[in-house]
């Protein structure tokens, strides 16, 4: 008994040192890959390096901004950002030296982008080296061709003017340019890894073991045949325990690609993936010469779970019923806008797990490497999605982001859907890796265009495109309650008032409902919008996979003041309505809500103390209070100033930022919060002060990367922020359509509406057609349309057109602004009968518009007309 008890104990002491060893080896190698010391002072033979600090940028038409500046990635056009609804367009240029060392004579060079938006084009001492069309997916220049021993430059240009031949063609959101995400080195052998190319499969998973096979692209840009071996080695990623281990043979002929087939052993007893046990496995794949020399080395992603999509029991993770519970997120942070670093990243999963949710739809674009890295640690299921976007413009004279989703110009629609097929085919091949991804989707409201039969056969091209290159998740067209769109792919995906549409025998979900619509700190309520019926019955549907509430962030919009509908600002403090859902899915109670004191003190903190590796990929979210002299938060807003007293690191604006309330760096509910980063190590000091009251200290610890020498090390420049004003008539065209034709679009084409009765019959008073129309129910005795325009907006006039003739008293319009409170408009009615006008008086802003009818009267069309641009 006592010799079987040893020789136990002596098995797992043998595997405890084997996990050891191999964490080990797995951390070694990671150094030896991203470390910065090692990519920025003596490069390895081979391998992936960071490459963010130190580039030189310039905006190339903008007066004033013409010279080369220091700065660093990940960087934005538009730095600092807060939320504006215009932004530059136009060109801006990075360079950087780049000395190659004799090491890599006969090796290969790559630059890997992570994202450019929105076309970016690589030149290696003035010479290309690539072009990549696309804002939102990681691309790959060979630099070797155009290499010299020595000193070289690498210049990226980039160019975010909109084109009609690229997705998005349309969007709320912003678009500003820049090399907005990490940017690395690649150095490997001449016979090579192709980016992402190692496409990880679990073809059998149970409790009891799990299967997994790898299919390897290799490339052979040499001139004779080579034999190489693709080597694979999965590790538990918590632990860094070996747990399989495989590898395959090939030979490559000169100049031949090849894809390299391992089926690795099976593995007994696999920690199955999911939201509640979010387990995580890391593939390292290597290729070998025939002398075992390893010539290049990427990892990627494994987790092991099953995945089925029901008409009765909506998802299945490893066989058991998930419901999709979540938020909508978009990328950019205050400031920094786009340019968010990995920690940022983070964060926002972090943000939306700690609420309760298990989802996250990444609207309306692929996200960064790092998000999807947090959502598979997180265990937040995610929806990735492509770019065909709309968002209700129908400008015929295509020249903006709130034009037509498909192009309204037969030359320019082939082009735009190649660009379609080719971002959609890049995210697949991108992400396809990670088990956290749950759901593709292609689109978002596709149906906002004039061309709904072309647009819906893209679709069909898109969706057939994923599935050859991903079979196991299903696909939808997101946003797709118009137009039949919801019919395509495998479940139908509805935004806001599609949430009524009722699908049996079919899976559904809510991919946008409600939002809160506030600057913080709003209220302590969720913002269900259409579903508020079916909640407050506690209707639940057997097909629904899941809900999404627009959004989780708030965020830069082309429409002014669209962004704030997140529950979480735009700084990243959470709004009361936060605080609703985490109570609501997690049982824990809201903090006491701070209230109005006698400040006498200002209080620093940050989320963590030190900046690891200090190259653009971490930073720290510090936060700043409003307390009385008992060091109690309050709820008065001052204004706050921190500086950055000594040592290296930036905020958006530079060494400082101040905090003013009511302006687009504000102060509300006596706090304020920023991100902080460095490119530089160093200990930081940085100071809180406001005028008449008591300030704080908080120094940061930056780490892994050169000393920081003052009066040495490139300095920080002050970026003092100015909101950016474009001129009249840009104005114009960016809200409104082309100026010089008069052209403005009709607010209320498509959007969401709801009515007395005849609810499925609403939308025909207004989907641009004027022969279908709404006729309410015989039994209605106070008949009402109304329609929700989805953002505020300044107006000039209604226009109702009956359907045949109004008898007996005129409709009334009413606006309002929540949906709650009501303002009348005077309406003029046609001798006839047959149309009203309401002219809206002057500044006059809503969101909503309600039209209130006798018994019996029918609209044929309403449309609602902005204002003039200011």
Not at 94 to 113: A, N
Not at 197 to 209: F, Y
Not at 760 to 776: I, L, N, T, Y
């Amino acid at each position: 008994m006592k010799e079987r008890t040893w020789r136990n104990g002596n098995i797992r002491m043998r595997k405890m040192m084997a996990c050891m060893l191999g964490a080990a080896l797995c951390f070694s190698m990671a150094g030896a890959e991203t470390g910065v010391s090692s990519a920025e002072k003596a490069s390895p033979l081979f391998g992936r390096m960071i490459w963010n600090r130190g580039w030189e940028f310039r905006l190339e038409d903008e007066p004033g901004k013409s010279g080369w500046q220091t700065v660093h990635l990940p960087h934005t056009f538009s730095l600092p950002y807060f939320m504006s609804d215009s932004f530059y367009t136009g060109f801006g240029s990075y360079r950087k030296k780049l000395v190659m060392p004799e090491e890599w004579q006969g090796k290969k060079v790559f630059l890997d982008c992570g994202a450019a938006f929105l076309v970016a084009e690589v030149k290696v001492n003035g010479k290309t080296a690539g072009r990549h069309e696309g804002g939102y997916t990681a691309f790959r220049s060979d630099l070797t061709p155009f290499l010299k021993p020595g000193e070289n430059w690498v210049e990226v240009r980039v160019d975010n003017r909109w084109s009609p031949r690229i997705a998005p063609r349309a969007g709320e959101h912003t678009f500003s340019g820049g090399l907005y995400r990490n940017v690395h080195l690649h150095v490997c052998s001449p016979v090579y890894l192709s980016a992402h190319g190692v496409w990880v499969q679990t073809p059998e998973v149970t409790a009891a073991r799990g299967k997994v096979r790898i299919l390897t692209e290799v490339k052979n840009d040499t001139g004779i045949v080579r034999k190489v071996t693709v080597r694979h080695t999965v590790r538990e990623e918590q632990s860094g325990c070996v747990v399989l281990r495989g590898e395959k043979g090939a030979e490559l002929g000169a100049g031949e690609d090849s894809r390299v087939q391992a089926d690795l052993p099976h593995l007994a007893s696999p920690r199955l993936w999911s939201p509640a046990a979010p387990n995580m496995y890391r593939v390292t794949t290597e290729l070998l010469d025939e002398k075992g020399k390893v010539l290049d080395r990427v990892e990627n992603p494994l987790g092991f779970r099953t995945l089925e999509l029901t008409a009765d029991r909506g998802m299945l993770i490893n066989g058991k019923p998930v419901y999709l519970q979540g938020a909508n997120v978009h990328q950019d942070h205050a400031g920094w806008g786009d340019a968010v670093t990995d920690a940022g990243a983070r964060r926002d999963v972090r943000l939306m797990k700690n609420a309760g949710f298990n989802f996250i739809r990444g609207s309306h674009y692929p996200h960064s490497q790092a998000f999807l890295d947090a959502c598979d640690r997180e265990g937040m299921c995610m929806l990735n999605e492509g770019i065909f976007w709309g968002m209700g413009g129908f400008k015929e004279h295509d020249r903006y982001w709130n034009c037509d989703a498909y192009p309204a110009e037969k030359k320019d629609r082939i082009a735009f859907e190649e660009s379609c097929m080719r971002q959609v085919r890049e995210m697949v091949l991108q992400f396809r890796n990670h088990p956290s991804i749950v759901i593709w989707s292609i689109s978002n409201e596709p149906f906002f265009t004039r061309h709904a039969p072309e647009a819906r056969a893209l679709c069909n091209r898109l969706i057939t495109l994923v599935k050859e290159l991903d079979p196991t998740r299903p696909v939808c067209a997101g946003g797709g309650q118009r137009g039949n769109f919801d019919k395509l792919g495998d479940m139908a995906a509805f935004n806001g008032d599609g949430s009524h549409v009722k699908t049996p025998g079919r899976p559904s979900m809510v991919t946008e409902y409600g939002s809160v619509s506030c600057r913080r700190p709003g209220e302590y309520a969720p913002g269900w919008g259409d579903m508020k019926k079916d909640k407050e019955a506690g209707i639940c549907y057997p097909w629904r996979v899941g809900e999404a509430v627009w959004c989780g962030f708030d965020h830069g919009s082309i429409w002014p003041s669209g962004g704030r509908m997140g529950i979480v600002d735009y700084f990243r403090i959470p709004k009361r309505a936060w605080y609703w859902y985490r109570n609501a899915l997690r049982n824990i109670p809201p903090p006491e809500w701070p209230v109005e004191g006698t400040p006498a003190q200002v209080k620093l903190s940050a989320d963590k103390k030190v900046i690891s590796p200090a190259d653009g990929t971490d930073d720290v979210h510090v936060t700043v209070k409003v307390a009385d002299a008992a060091g109690r938060q309050i709820s008065n807003a001052v204004p706050v100033t921190l500086t950055v007293v000594s040592g290296p690191g930036e905020f958006p604006t530079g060494k400082s930022i101040t905090f003013t309330p009511g302006t687009d760096i504000d102060l509300i509910d006596g706090c304020a919060a920023i991100e902080f980063r460095s490119y530089y190590a160093g200990k930081t000091v940085i100071r809180a002060s406001s005028p008449g009251l008591k300030g704080d200290s908080l120094q940061i610890v930056c780490r892994n990367a050169p000393a920081y020498v003052a009066g040495r090390s490139a300095e920080t420049r002050e970026r003092p922020y100015k909101r950016f004003s474009a001129k009249e008539r840009d104005i114009q065209l960016a809200r409104y359509g082309r100026p010089e034709s008069g052209e403005k679009a009709n607010l209320a084409v498509l959007r969401p509406c709801s009515a007395s009765s005849g609810f499925q019959e609403a939308m025909k008073a207004s989907d641009g057609d004027d022969v279908s129309a709404w006729h309410p129910s015989v039994e209605d005795k106070a008949p009402w349309w109304q329609l929700d325009m989805e953002f505020e907006f300044r107006l000039d006039r209604v226009e109702v057109k009956a359907a045949g003739s109004w008898k007996g008293p005129a409709p009334s319009v009413q606006v309002s602004r929540d949906g709650n409170s009501w303002k009348d408009i005077k309406a003029v009615l046609r001798k006839d009968g047959t149309e009203l006008t309401a002219m809206c008086p002057e500044g006059t802003g809503a969101r909503y518009v309600r039209i209130r009818l006798s018994p019996g009267q029918g609209i044929a069309e309403v449309a609602v007309w902005p204002a003039d641009a200011s």
